[in-house]
């Protein structure tokens, strides 16, 4: 069974540019949380994905926005980048119907901002 | 103040060299408690489920312990392979069951 799939891995963006990130869930896997990762703060909850539907959200500006696809891939988009977005971007896929803590992360998307 | 508080932030331990790290949380209730590693370079790759004080998961090297306030992973004779992050994570009862996360434990095992 293929594991959760990001895309890019690796990025560098300038302060002010915009970027999107590529999530491919476990197949089967409805819900899709993203996560951003920094050695000072840890993990980090930027939303959640259930059925195209945002079902939480985590405390991000709104230049962190998400969406969910049909086949339950997801994408989540940065606008206005700022130095203290550069973090490596997880996102985690689960069945999604009981709500449970087990999660099946990426290898995540490094960005770095310039 | 953190809901999940990790201890130590980083521990070198030399190999067969048995310890324990510590997650100490302070949800009301709780939902579950897990633990995850993350090897660099690498998203987190989950290891086990606590539910209710008491309970006692194993794995190869690794036993994780649960009581109402905190949960030990007690690595037994560590192996370099064994050098990784070990992170924790509660989900708290009666809220959203989105787990908070630890900043967690680097694990360094010298051969």
């Known amino acids: 069974k293929a594991g959760v799939t990001q895309t890019p891995r690796y990025l560098i963006k300038t302060r002010g540019q915009q970027v999107t990130l590529s999530c491919s869930p476990i197949?089967?896997?409805?819900?899709v949380s993203w996560y951003q990762q920094t050695p000072g703060q840890g993990l980090q909850f930027l939303f959640e994905?259930?059925?195209?539907?945002?079902?939480n959200k985590g405390n991000f500006p709104g230049r962190f926005s998400g969406r969910q696809f049909s086949n339950s891939r997801s994408e989540m988009n940065v606008s206005t980048l700022e130095l203290g977005d550069s973090a490596l971007y997880l996102c985690?896929?689960?069945?999604?119907?009981?709500?449970?803590?087990?999660?099946?992360f990426g290898e995540g998307s490094r960005l770095t901002v310039l | 103040e953190d809901q999940v508080t990790q201890s130590p932030e980083a521990l070198r331990l030399q190999e067969g060299e048995s310890s324990s790290l510590n997650c100490s949380y302070t949800?009301?209730?709780?939902?579950?408690l897990f633990w995850y590693r993350q090897d660099p370079g690498k998203g987190p790759e989950f290891l086990f489920t606590?539910?209710?004080a008491g309970e006692e998961k194993e794995k190869e090297r690794l036993k994780a312990t649960l009581t109402k306030k905190e949960s030990f992973l007690h690595i037994t004779a560590p192996k370099p392979e064994d050098s990784a992050t070990y992170l924790c994570?509660?989900?708290?009862?009666?809220?959203?069951?989105?787990?908070?996360f630890g900043r967690g434990t680097s694990l360094i095992v010298h051969p």
């Open positions: 994570a509660v989900q708290e009862s009666g809220g959203s069951y989105i787990p908070t």
């Open positions: 606590l539910y209710s």
């Open positions: 985690a896929s689960s069945p999604g119907t009981g709500g449970t803590g087990e999660l099946f």
């Open positions: 994905y259930f059925s195209e539907t945002q079902r």
């Open positions: 197949s089967g896997h409805r819900s």
């Open positions: 949800v009301s209730g709780l939902r579950g």
